[in-house]
């Protein structure tokens, strides 16, 4: 059974950047695309970033240029560079294929706040 592990999460100030990582027991660079998610509090799980097994990328407009989204294929390991963060921002982020979902892992609280 797939499992995909995110880490990297905390506490952190507006303005401030955090590094999300997603480690897959299976091979990335099959998968395509390969995403991250948030949810916030009392609202539905949306995208917030994808990447394609060419490497191309697409952002959720609550993000673009502030976020990035990179895959290193020989960890199997998906991230998240989160820079510029603000208190929207805030919510549990998980990694996941676009469509299909495998087990969704337990996710990694993000929070932004004074």
């Known amino acids: 059974q797939v499992q995909l592990v995110e880490s990297g999460g905390g506490l952190v100030q507006p303005g401030g950047s955090l590094r999300l990582s997603c480690a897959s027991s299976i091979r990335i660079d099959r998968i395509n695309p390969m995403s991250w998610y948030r949810q916030a509090p009392g609202k539905q799980r949306e995208v917030v970033a994808s990447?394609?097994?060419?490497?191309?990328?697409t952002y959720a407009d609550s993000v673009k240029g502030r976020f990035t989204i990179s895959r290193d294929n020989a960890k199997n390991t998906l991230f998240l560079q989160m820079n510029s963060l603000k208190p929207e921002d805030t919510g549990v982020y998980y990694c996941?294929?676009?469509?299909?979902?495998?087990?969704w892992g337990q996710g990694t609280q993000v929070t932004v706040s004074s």
């Open positions: 990447i394609s097994t060419g490497g191309s990328t």
């Open positions: 996941n294929r676009l469509s299909l979902f495998y087990p």
